[in-house]
C-alpha cells in the first residue's frame, strides 16, 4: 500500500524495533519515527527516494532503510558495522513483511565503504563519543556522488560547520531543526529522556 504522508509513514515507522545491544562508542540509538519521517518525507517529494538507489549510512536496525523502502526505493545500500545491528536490521526487514531484494547490507564501516548512490540518508555518530565521526559520514556520504540528507546535533555554528565540510560545488541548505527526545539506553544514564536539538541539512551538487 502506497504511503500517503508523513504522518502515516511515521506511523509505520513505529514498528521498527530497537537495538537489542546497543553500543556506547558506537553512539547507537534509534531515529525516532517521526524525525526519520520528516527526513525521508522531504527526499520522498524532493524526487529523491523513489525509484532511486539510496545509501543509508550507519544503518542501525534500519529505521532510514526501512522509511527509504517504503516510500518506493529501487535499492537501499544500508551499511552498518555493528553485526548485531545488522542482524537487528534484517530482523527487522523480515517481521516488516519488506522485500529483502531491494536491500544490500553491507557489514563494514561507512567511512571506507566505496558506494554509489543518487541519495544518501543518515543519521550519523553525532561525534559524541569518537570526536569527528560526524564529519567523517559527512566525507563519505559526498563520496557517493548523490544528494545527502543529514542529521546533526545543532551547536553554535552548525550552519558554519556543514558548509566547510561540503565540497566547493555543494549547496548546503539547513531543511529543519527538530528535538528528538533519546532514551536512556545505558546503565549510566541517570535522566529518563534526553532532548538533542538535531538539524537536518541537504547537501546538493549544483548542476
Ligand atoms: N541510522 C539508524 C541508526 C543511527 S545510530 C537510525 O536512524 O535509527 C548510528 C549508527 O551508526 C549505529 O548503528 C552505529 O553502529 C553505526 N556506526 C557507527 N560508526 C560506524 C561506522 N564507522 N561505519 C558504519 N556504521 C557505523
Redo the contacts with the bound molecule.
Keep these: 500500500m502506497a504511503i500517503g504522508s508523513r504522518k502515516v509513514l511515521a506511523m509505520r515507522l513505529q514498528g521498527v524495533a530497537h ?1 537489542t545491544r546497543p ?1 556506547l562508542e ?6 525516532p519515527p517521526d524525525v ?1 519521517a520528516s527526513l525521508l518525507w522531504e527526499a520522498y517529494l524532493a524526487g529523491h527516494i523513489e525509484k532511486r538507489t539510496v545509501a ?9 532503510t526501512i522509511g527509504a523502502l517504503l516510500l518506493g526505493a529501487e535499492r537501499v545500500v544500508a ?4 553485526k548485531d ?1 545488522a542482524d537487528d536490521l534484517e530482523r527487522n526487514l523480515d517481521s516488516l513483511g519488506l522485500d529483502r531484494e531491494r536491500v544490500e547490507l553491507v557489514r ?4 571506507t565503504v566505496a558506494v554509489k548512490a543518487d541519495t544518501v540518508v ?4 553525532f561525534g559524541v563519543w569518537r570526536r569527528h ?1 560526524d564529519a ?1 559520514f559527512v566525507q563519505a556520504a559526498k563520496q557517493t556522488g548523490g544528494v545527502v540528507y543529514t542529521l546533526h546535533k545543532d551547536a553554535t555554528d552548525a550552519v558554519t560547520w556543514m558548509e566547510a565540510q561540503a565540497a566547493p560545488d555543494h549547496r548546503v541548505e539547513t531543511l529543519s531543526r527538530v528535538v528528538m527526545t533519546i532514551p536512556p539506553v545505558h546503565a549510566f544514564h541517570r535522566k529518563r529522556l534526553y532532548m538533542v536539538a538535531v538539524l537536518l541539512f541537504r547537501l546538493t551538487i549544483r548542476g
Design positions: 537495538f553500543q558506537l553512539e547507537q540509538y534509534v531515529t526519520a543509508d549510512l550507519g544503518a542501525g536496525t534500519g529505521m532510514l551499511v552498518e558495522v555493528d545491528a563494514g564501516d561507512a567511512r543518515q543519521n550519523p555518530p565521526a567523517e
